[in-house]
């Protein structure tokens, strides 16, 4: 079978990197035996040479049992007088009181007789001990020079020109961050930073990720914390920027309940980041692109916000205590509803540009949006009356019941599904204009009007009483009747009733009853 040259070589780095490791836990399991058997010889030895000397001693003094027992025998011997008897007896028991005094253990002469064997056991056991030492520290002196090699082999790996290679490589680079790895963790998160500054993004519109950007990512937000704690040690002076993130590229990244405490990422991109419920206390995110981001419930208290771009952003839940938000560039659209740790003052100075504070729509009249990016904003019921939008992305965004009175959208970019569902102040022209743009919008603006002011057509009196019809020049409206004729009749009455019944013509939808006649069919015959 048949594998592209590219699935070939990632087979055959798997491989070698299996057996590589086979061989290392083979090696790793025979060196652990040896030591094994070193550490119990050297035990066995101890136990004997403390156990020769107690034999010793139990020796002697079963053979001084034996020799006092026999001379009590020998001594035992009936006699006539009665004197010489007392006087052996007593002499017998002198000798017993000696000898219980000789063999009572002396710790000071006990010492002085196994001096000699003591201190070649010690020796022996020393020695057996700073072998071991020597053995453990020879062993992981070759663990981290293997080491060392393969984390040089991951760096090699990441800048090959096949992908395939660099993808393998990245995700060998979660290997360092095991325990035990720990002088690896600050340069892993420094190669990740470094790869994700790299890579290549639309500088408009997110683009969505690709294999290497998401193994990339899970090795930068699983590695922040691992070598934030790892310089946080007793006696160290951290700083934030020790682990520098600037300019990081992270659309699109789902960094959902991520620990990101001091993070260091000015200018970082964020723009459509899912960051819900993430650690982002005492962050540096000055002039960081944060559009579209996804904060629900997030910890943003202490961080800086000087010219964050927060624009559709939000912010629902989150803690935004001792955060200077209303210093951000840009808080269109940006959903700070139900947020803590904001003074009356600040929420006024957000909602003033453009953010939405719980019910309150975002009041944006004037404001100049020219080729803002709000693609999926949340502008319901926004009060946008004359602000200007030449060249602004509107793809997506919920401008429902918004006031959109003097705004022309047609010079928008893009307003494919951009919901303008019972929008104020635009015509019906506009509206199907806009509707021919990929807009989605009412299925008849004006049928609820046109409903309920209908009425019915006169009885036809004569062919001569009718005229032509013609659309009325009034508006951008046609004002044809509901019979397919008009009325000859200049009075203000009939004019209305004419512009009511009808919808407008031309590029407007027509009427789901059918309505909307030819213009042929409006004269008489």
Known sequence: MWYPEENEYSLSEMFNHCTMEALLMRRLKRDMWKAGIALAGTLLLLVLMMWIPVLAVGAYEGSSGL?????VTVQATPTVDATVAALNKEKLKQEVQQLKNQNEPDPLSWLRTNAAILLSTLVVVIGGLIGLFRWFGDRRSEREKRAEERFQSVVTGLGDEKESARIHAAILLRTFLRPGYEQFYTQTFDLAVADLRRRN????????????????????????PLAREHLQKPGSHFSSHHLDATAIRLDKAYLRGCDLKQAWMPEASLREADLSRANLSRANLIKANLSRAKLLDAKLNGASLFGTNLLGA??????LSKANIEDALYLYGTSLRGVNGLTKE???TCKAKGAIIDENPATLVGADLTKAYLPDAHLHLADLREAVLIGAVLSGTDLSGADLTGVHLENAVDLRKTNLHGVKGLTKEQLASYKALGAIIDEDPTSSLSQSIVIPPPPLQSQDAQAPSAP???????????????TASSKPS??????????????SPPDTDGSNAASSSQSGP
Do not use: R, Y
């Open 67 to 71: 020799a006092i027992s026999g001379t």
């Open 201 to 224: 993004v639309h500088p408009n519109t997110p683009e969505p990720l690709d294999f290497l950007s998401q193994a990339l990512i899970t090795v930068f937000k699983e590695s922040f």
């Open 314 to 319: 939000d912010l629902l839940g989150a803690d």
């Open 346 to 348: 600040q929420l006024e």
């Open 472 to 486: 009325s020049a009034q508006g951008s409206t046609p004002t044809p009747d509901t019979d397919g004729s008009s």
């Open 494 to 507: 009939n004019s209305a009733q004419s512009q009511s019944a009808v919808p407008a013509q031309g590029s």
